[in-house]
């Protein structure tokens, strides 16, 4: 609610406190705060709820690999790479997962070495 009126400094600070409540418990709830934080550029907090998703065992969705490809176009690489990521999580989960959160990680690597 509060990311659709605009209010993003309010929506990060509920998402912190869910995280903190340890209400970060369902796919829904993931999949709205890794959106939040991929729409706002906040990819470190995006790639570390993802990180937690997966170790908490929620599985993502198209939904989730949706907001997770918008940052990965927008950090510069191209839809086939994007493309081929999502049909490796189809065939292996697991391989599949891997190479999102490789992908994801060299990103942010290279948007916070940009700020250096």
Do not use: H
Not at 39 to 46: A, D, H, Q, S, V
Not at 56 to 79: M, R, Y
Request: charged fraction near 25%; hydrophobic fraction near 40%; include cysteine.
């Amino acid at each position: 609610m509060y990311k659709r009126i605009g209010r993003f400094e309010d929506a990060i600070q509920i998402a912190k406190q869910m995280r903190e409540l340890q209400l970060l418990n369902d796919l829904l709830s993931y999949n709205n705060v890794i959106g939040l934080y991929a729409t706002y550029g906040r990819f470190k907090e995006m790639v570390g709820t993802f990180k937690e998703m997966t170790k908490a065992a929620v599985q993502p969705d198209d939904c989730t690999f949706k907001s997770l490809g918008l940052v990965l176009l927008k950090s510069g690489l191209s839809k086939q790479a994007v493309g081929k990521l999502e049909v490796s999580v189809k065939k292996d989960s697991g391989t599949g997962l891997q190479a999102w959160m490789s992908a994801l990680s060299a990103v942010v690597r290279v948007n916070e070495s940009s700020y250096m």
